[in-house]
């Protein structure tokens, strides 16, 4: 049985649980780092993943969501688009928590959505869990953004909640950490980069290259239209990757223009990989980013064309793209797919993207290990606590021994995790144990039908 150094668990609402879309394969790749490196990672989630459960299933680990869900029909009714903070999503998301609660002890959390963080803060456990906000969205760093999608009190609000006392921050890029030099939690800010998603994409690839890349779906955040005006001017083969709901639009814009095109939606794993490397040079027109991780795996590939005034490139080397304004893209893209006509010319130049990123990779779990270790999880010294007069316990068992309708975050939960510092700490892919016994090795055997009933698939 294999056991693991710590549990986090990784808050994200089950619509983002897809292969296209930053937050789905931050997770993928989260979880991939953080298992090679002996952390287990639980999904807590607002819903059941049903849209997309065949990626829900790849991600192979622990899924759990709420009993009895709450519908978001009220919610976008209500609000439509702008939208705001969505109060079913809060609920939601507390039951999952408190469901994943009755089942392990978690040293971290990360939230990765408003609603997420949201919860996270409320739960009067900052003090005894790391509760890490991921910054994903570009509206929680700049009050100033593009086409945002919430109201500007939501935007508000989810900056404020940055500010509670005890909330560590996480964000992609050293240049995104800049923008909180003068924020109330400014030492618990820290750098911690999404991992690639495809480690295939840091080796070199001898394939033939023609065709200029763009990734991203059919949106004016997007800036969809500069990418089909430069393949009308360059007429070059245009290969997209995007979501399903964009295929149509892409392949009816090419073919009116009579532009030869490849066009793949949610495709992830080496697929994916085959895909990019096929492309000889790659177009990122977006307007919006918190970071942009598209751009980050095109660049260590092939030249890379974007806009010279967007904000979110600053959070790479400028060594390693190019930047234009729309007039002159066609031309910069015609000139550099002439230029790298085999992908050794791009892997060769001085310097080298993709030796400079696979040097970065290495050091993107020291970045979030340095984030882990600067939390402190507080012990209280007494023996007061029945929790605390055990010598070998498994988690679960002992929760299900307290026989309780509902969990108390003050009077079960907390008094757990204040004396959890006695005990070593042992889990597992499905449990925790606690003991006092150094020798103790666990034996993890399910007992009852009913013992992970929610966790899915």
């Known amino acids: 049985m294999r056991t693991y150094d710590k549990r986090i668990g990784f808050l994200i609402n089950q619509e983002h ?4 879309g930053g937050n789905g394969q931050f997770a993928r790749s989260f979880i991939r780092l953080m298992e090679a490196n002996n952390i287990k990672v639980d999904i807590i989630t607002d819903q059941m993943p049903k849209k997309y459960k065949a990626y829900a299933d790849s991600l192979k680990t622990n899924i759990i969501y709420p009993d009895d869900e709450l519908s978001y029909a009220d919610h976008r ?6 939208t705001s903070i969505c109060s079913e ?14 089942t392990n002890i978690y ?4 939230c990765n959505s408003p609603e997420a963080i949201q919860v996270g803060v409320s ?6 869990i790391q509760i890490i906000a991921y910054t994903h969205l570009e509206s929680q760093i700049f009050t100033k953004t593009y086409g945002n999608p919430f109201l500007p009190i939501a935007n508000e609000t989810m900056r404020q909640n940055l500010t509670c006392s005890g909330l560590y921050i996480a964000t992609q890029s050293a240049f995104n950490k800049q923008q909180f030099a003068n924020h109330p939690n400014l030492a618990r800010v820290f750098e911690c980069p999404i991992p690639i998603t495809e480690l295939n994409l840091l080796a070199r690839h001898d394939t033939e290259r023609d065709g200029v890349l763009f990734i991203g779906r059919w949106e004016a955040g997007k800036n969809y239209d500069l990418f089909l005006e430069v393949m009308k001017q360059t007429k070059l083969t245009a290969k997209v990757i995007t979501s399903k709901k964009g295929i149509e639009n892409f392949q009816n814009a090419f073919n009116e223009m009579g532009i030869k095109h490849d066009i793949r939606a949610d495709i992830v794993g080496e697929e994916k990989v085959k895909f990019i490397t096929s492309c000889r040079v790659a177009v990122n027109t977006s307007l919006v980013e918190s970071y942009g991780m598209a751009f980050y795996e095109q660049q260590m590939q092939m030249p890379t064309v974007c806009l010279d005034d967007p904000r979110w490139i600053q959070n790479f080397d400028n060594r ?3 930047a234009c304004d729309k007039k002159t ?24 993207a993709l030796d400079h990123y696979v040097a970065e990779e290495q050091l993107v779990f020291d970045k979030w290990k340095a984030c882990f270790d600067h939390f402190v999880p507080k012990v209280v010294k007494g023996d007061i606590a029945d929790f605390a007069k055990q010598k070998t316990v498994e988690y679960k068992n002992f929760i299900v ?30 449990g925790t144990w606690l003991t006092k016994d150094e020798t103790f090795i666990p034996t993890e055997v399910i007992e009852g039908p009913n013992l992970f009933e929610g966790l899915y698939p």
């Open 17 to 20: 649980l897809k292969p296209t």
């Open 401 to 430: 021994g307290l026989n309780r309708k509902k969990l108390s975050l003050s009077n079960d939960i907390r008094a757990i995790y204040n004396n959890r510092g006695k005990f070593k700490t042992i889990y597992t892919d499905k």
């Open 77 to 82: 009714d209500t609000f439509g688009k702008p």
């Open 89 to 102: 999503g809060l609920v939601n998301f507390r039951n999952s928590v408190m469901k994943a609660l009755s």
């Open 329 to 352: 893209m066609p031309s910069k893209v015609l000139s550099l797919h002439t230029q790298f006509d085999v992908a050794d010319k791009w892997y060769d130049r001085n310097p080298s």
């Open 320 to 322: 390693f793209y190019y």
């Open 107 to 110: 040293d971290i959390f990360i």
């Open 123 to 128: 739960l009067g456990l900052e003090d005894t």
